[in-house]
């Protein structure tokens, strides 16, 4: 039976129901206060909300780890989150994990691979591709060796003409005869080995490289001297003197020679053989560039057509040359072949 007093204890409107048993067969006042005991009692549990089940991951009944035990409050008791006793966190399951996909996606990549190659071969990787900066490194050094190597080259070319001339030199005769008879061409080449006789010396100059006196009695003198016969500039190491104890008289060819004022007398006394390099006035040695210039300048003629003729220098003394010729060509083909090596291995790397 429910009984709602119209007031409280304190005369104030009653605010929650009470259930009020029947008395006991005893009929006392203690009855029915056991009984109303047991309603307050019961009360706070029937207000309390029912407890949330736990939240699921992965939805196959896995329970998160935040899930935590209750407490009630009112009954002081802790009371677990789900009904019963709290499920076991379960263990993850291997399959899900990404690392483990792509481990395997590259693992059956490579089976693959090693089927397509056939039986008896291991998977190889892919050859990694030539960096191109490394070729372009080559290539400019190639190019830059290239360059200085052609320079060398050119540059001792004539040496190495020379030095393939035969050790023999070609013999162009007495020069005061050939004049005579009236040639005008010398009948050589230029950079040849070549041997001349009856030149006349003009215009003597001693050159010394030190003390004149010292290197007069040593005999370390070079002396150039100018033939007008074919307009021929001379180097020799040979004692050239010209007679001035007296004034010859010149008759006969030579007369026409010392009459133009090409010649004094006595240097037509005086005949020179020489054998060695003939080269052509433009092409003149450092050392004899000015004394060329002078001549042709004195004599009003180009240079063009006038020769050097340096005494004593055989197609050996330019070994030297010869073999810097050779190791100048060494380093730019050593690059080349480093360099089309490269090129291969960045062409065989994209089919690898």
């Known amino acids: 039976m429910a009984v709602f007093p119209p007031d409280g204890p304190s005369g104030e409107p009653a605010t929650t129901p009470t259930a009020i048993a029947a008395p006991g067969s005893d009929g006392s006042f203690a009855s029915l206060w056991r009984s109303l005991a047991t309603v307050c009692y019961a009360l706070p549990a029937a207000r309390r909300p029912e407890p949330r089940p736990p939240r699921l991951a992965n ?3 896995v329970a998160t780890g935040n899930s935590r035990p209750q407490t009630d409050v009112s009954a002081g008791r802790s009371s677990p ?3 019963g006793e709290t499920p076991p966190m379960a263990k993850p399951d291997p399959t899900e994990n990404p690392g483990d996909d792509a481990r395997k996606a590259e693992l059956e990549a490579l089976f693959r691979q090693w089927e397509q190659r056939g039986p008896g071969t291991a998977p190889t990787t892919p050859a990694p591709k030539a960096e191109g900066r490394g ?3 080559r290539l400019v050094t190639t190019l830059v060796l290239l360059g200085v190597t052609v320079f060398v080259m050119v540059s001792t070319w004539q040496s190495v003409a020379y030095w393939l001339e035969p050790a023999t030199p070609q013999a162009l005769g007495d020069v005061r005869t050939r004049a005579t008879a009236g040639e005008t061409s010398l009948g050589a080449a230029p950079n040849t080995h070549v041997a001349v006789e009856g030149l006349i010396p003009t215009r ?3 050159v010394t490289s030190g003390d004149p006196e010292d290197a007069l009695a040593d005999g370390d003198v070079e002396y ?3 033939c007008p016969l074919y307009n021929i500039t001379v ?3 040979q004692k050239v003197e010209i007679p001035t104890a007296r004034m010859p008289v010149i008759e006969g060819d030579m007369a026409r020679v010392v009459s133009t004022g090409l010649a004094f007398p006595a240097d037509t006394l005086v005949r020179v053989s020489a054998a060695g390099r003939l080269l052509s006035g433009p092409e003149a040695p450092p050392n004899l560039k000015n004394f060329v210039a002078s001549f042709a300048k004195r004599l009003d003629l180009d240079i063009a057509d006038t020769w050097v003729l340096v005494d004593g220098h055989a197609p050996a003394s330019e070994t030297i040359g ?3 010729w050779g ?3 060494v380093p730019p083909l050593v690059s080349l072949a480093f360099l089309v090596a490269a090129l291969r291995a960045r062409r065989r790397a994209p089919a690898a």
């Open 235 to 237: 180097l020799t190491s």
């Open 322 to 324: 010869v073999i810097l």
């Open 327 to 329: 190791v100048a060509a």
């Open 224 to 226: 150039i001297f100018f």
């Open 204 to 206: 003597l100059v001693a």
């Open 81 to 83: 989150s789900t009904s």
């Open 135 to 137: 070729v372009h490194a």
């Open 59 to 61: 939805g196959r009944g």
